[in-house]
C-alpha cells in the first residue's frame, strides 16, 4: 500500500513557475514508477509526466515537453514536478500516482492516487 500526498499548488500569473511535490508513504517507493496527471471539470484525466523507479527514464506529454520537469527523490520519498512557462491552458488539478511495473501514459495503469492539488494559471 502507498499513499500519496500532493502539495506546492496555488494561483499563478502566465509566466511564472510552481513546483509541485508528492509525498509517498512506505519502504518501497524506490520501486514504484511515478506519474503526474492532470484534470479540469468534465474532462478525462490527462497524462502530464512520469518518471521510472530509478529516475533514469522520464516521459512527458507533448503540451508540457520544454516547460516541465519531473523528477524523484527516494531517499526522501517524494515526486516532483517543476512546472515553468505556465499558460492558462495548464489550470487543473495536479495528481501524482504511483505503478508497480514501469510507467504509462494511461491513468487505468496506475495503482494508487493523491488527492490532488489545484493549479490556477490567470491570464
Known amino acids: 500500500q502507498v499513499q500519496l500526498v500532493e502539495s506546492g499548488g496555488g494561483l499563478v500569473q502566465t509566466g511564472g513557475s510552481l513546483r509541485l511535490s508528492c509525498a509517498a508513504s512506505g519502504r518501497t517507493f524506490s520501486k514504484y514508477g511515478m506519474g503526474w496527471f492532470r484534470q479540469t471539470p468534465g474532462k478525462e484525466r490527462d497524462f502530464v509526466a512520469a518518471?521510472?523507479?530509478?529516475?533514469?527514464?522520464?516521459y512527458y506529454a507533448d503540451s508540457v515537453k520544454g516547460r516541465f520537469t519531473i523528477s524523484r527523490d527516494n531517499a526522501k520519498n517524494t515526486v516532483y514536478l517543476q512546472m515553468n512557462s505556465l499558460k492558462p491552458e495548464d489550470t487543473a488539478v495536479y495528481y501524482c500516482a504511483a505503478r508497480r511495473v514501469g510507467i504509462t501514459a494511461r491513468h487505468l495503469d496506475y495503482d494508487y492516487w493523491g488527492q490532488g492539488t489545484q493549479v490556477t494559471v490567470s491570464s
Open positions: 518518471i521510472s523507479a530509478s529516475g533514469a527514464s522520464t
